[in-house]
């Protein structure tokens, strides 16, 4: 079975700084999703970018970039440039390719900003 | 167009009550999944419809969660006898189809205390 984890409960990042949130998992398969959403207070999940296995070129979607290495399946997240509406929970998941598609999510990282 | 929305927004019960929460997902959308969200964790799969079908119901934890999916449109997650450790975020989400590439998209979630 597959895993996901998170190894950091709570982050902070100075407003306009840079932060990089972690994760790893635990697979056996080779081709499969990874992805970053956001959860802000109103419990909506927001899709912030996703790496497919197969690509070896890292994600980007403005000032979201993630550091994708397959060998080491570790796949964090660096947020450029902080903002405060950044704040939230990041929750870090996988997802096997052609299946049904249910994500398998780590606990979740809590990303504080300070003005 | 719209996204999905779940009601209520928020529900208390007393143990030992049945609960019905709601699903709209988005119109169109054949593929609907609903994921537990308890204190501190990450979603947690809990069943996957595929038009009217549960097409795998292996996450419900047990026989008092029923879900239903009459039209292959509006979905309807059922908990019998209600206990205290049901309390969590019930989320739903939708997809057009269960094939890659499309994503997931999330409601807003229902959040259940069972007292």
């Known amino acids: 079975a597959q895993t996901v984890t998170q190894s950091q409960p709570e982050m902070s990042v100075q407003e306009a700084e840079t932060v990089t949130l972690s994760c790893t998992y635990d697979t056996s398969e080779s081709d499969y999703y990874l992805f970053w959403y956001k959860q802000p207070p109103s419990r909506q999940m927001i899709l912030v970018i996703r790496?497919?296995?197969?690509?070896?070129q890292n994600a980007t979607e403005n000032r979201f970039s993630v550091n994708f290495q397959k060998a080491a399946k570790s796949f964090s997240l660096k947020i450029s440039d902080s903002q405060l509406g950044d704040a939230a929970m990041y929750f870090c998941a996988y997802r096997s390719a052609g299946s049904q598609g249910n994500l398998i999510f780590g606990k979740g990282t809590k990303l504080s900003v300070k003005p | 167009g719209a996204g999905v929305s779940q009601t209520p927004s928020n529900k208390v019960t007393e143990k030992g009550k049945y609960v019905e929460l709601r699903c709209d997902p988005i119109?169109?959308?054949?593929?609907l999944y609903w994921y537990r969200q308890s204190l501190g964790q990450g979603p947690e799969f809990l069943i996957y419809f595929q038009g009217t079908g549960a097409a795998d119901d292996s996450g419900l934890p047990n026989d008092r969660f029923f879900a239903v999916r009459p039209e292959g449109s509006v979905s309807t997650l059922k908990i019998q006898r209600t206990e205290r450790g049901d309390s969590a975020v019930y989320l739903c989400?939708?997809?057009?189809?269960?094939?890659?590439?499309?994503?997931?998209?999330f409601g807003p979630g229902t959040r259940l205390t069972v007292l």
């Open positions: 790496q497919e296995a197969y690509k070896q």
């Open positions: 989400a939708s997809r057009l189809t269960a094939s890659d590439p499309e994503e997931q998209f």
């Open positions: 119109s169109g959308h054949t593929a």
